[in-house]
């Protein structure tokens, strides 16, 4: 008799992205794919016109990157704080294997970028691009390989991202910010003061934060600081009602929200940011364009830094008895996945952007080298978790 009312309680939209197989992942390959070759076709004047072309002081391509994806970092915090507050990172040795591997998976990327740069000290600025994961990208691929791959890496890999998802947060607010007005960013100290008040007041009708939220977000587009840090500031504000033997409240404001945002997250925002963003024109690119620091950087971080970094912290982690391994994963199931936090599409081109603002030239060198990076991480791990699968079956 109690099992109905808990079959019916809505899923979390971690769960939900899990079991449904990360389609969100899949769509945003489509798009990327389908930027790239519309970006070498003769539709290629009318495809980067487009994205020009201004409306309301913006281009097209502004409107993308600055709203379109504050709504992606309002989900990005959502899920954060309910991962934290009441999900797969509520207690610390939940954090600890996924903590840990994450900022091996973040530290070795940028050491490997910085090594590629050194000579080049004004494309240094690009040392965060290869740092992050693509949670919808990596699950995505995860999703063609099925059933191979443990629950439990899932769960690691998503809650790796997440809080890899943190830390580039943290790396926009203090790196990536721009010649900051103060009365501006005064202006939305107060707003979130104000949010935080209706937070405290226990109000949890989601309309007035929604609008003071909008608000927020002109304010910080404003103040220097990159508007998409609205979102972040924004979702730390909504209320998480949490009551005993009933965590996953459906009632909860943040879980409205967060169930509300994800499909239009998931299946329109992100693959719209990387159809805007992915298209680069191939021509006259040559082998020596390729090895250039930039795009060297990125894909050598992307590949090997995040491989590094992840499986070498995970086996360090479990070797000295500090975190337990994923259950029933084998190593070269945990390699696979450390290969796939190699996909950095979506946050690695949003970096990109943040890192050379003003040159074309080196975000197309940053698309081509996340491009290589990203794809090379999908293939191999790919690979890897697929000749896993066949070495763990019976004799």
Known sequence: MNAAPASRRPQSALRALLTSEAGGGIVLMVAAAVALVIANSPLAPAYFGVLKTYVLGLSILHWINDLLMAVFFLLVGLEIKREFLDGQLSTWPRRILPGLAAAGGMIAPALIFVAFNLATPATLRGWAIPTATDIAFAL??????????????????????????????????????ADLSLAWLGGAVVLIGALAGLNRAGIEKLTPYLVIGAVLWFFVLKSGVHATLAGVALAMTIPLRRSPGAPDDHHSPLHILEHALHPW????????F??????????????AALVQPVPLGIAAGLFFGKQIGVFLVTWAAVTFGLADRPEHASWPQVYGVSLLCGIGFTMSLFIGLLAFPTSETLQDQVKIGVLMGSVASALVGTLVLMAARREQRPA
């Open 265 to 272: 997250v998931a299946y329109l925002i992100v693959p719209i």
């Open 140 to 177: 995505g691929v995860l999703a063609l390989i099925g059933s191979r791959v443990p629950v439990s890496l899932k769960i690691f890999l998503t809650a790796l991202a997440i809080i890899d998802d943190l830390g580039a947060v943290a790396i926009i607010a203090a790196f990536y910010t």
């Open 274 to 287: 990387g159809f805007a963003n992915a298209g680069v024109s191939l021509s006259g690119i040559s082998l």
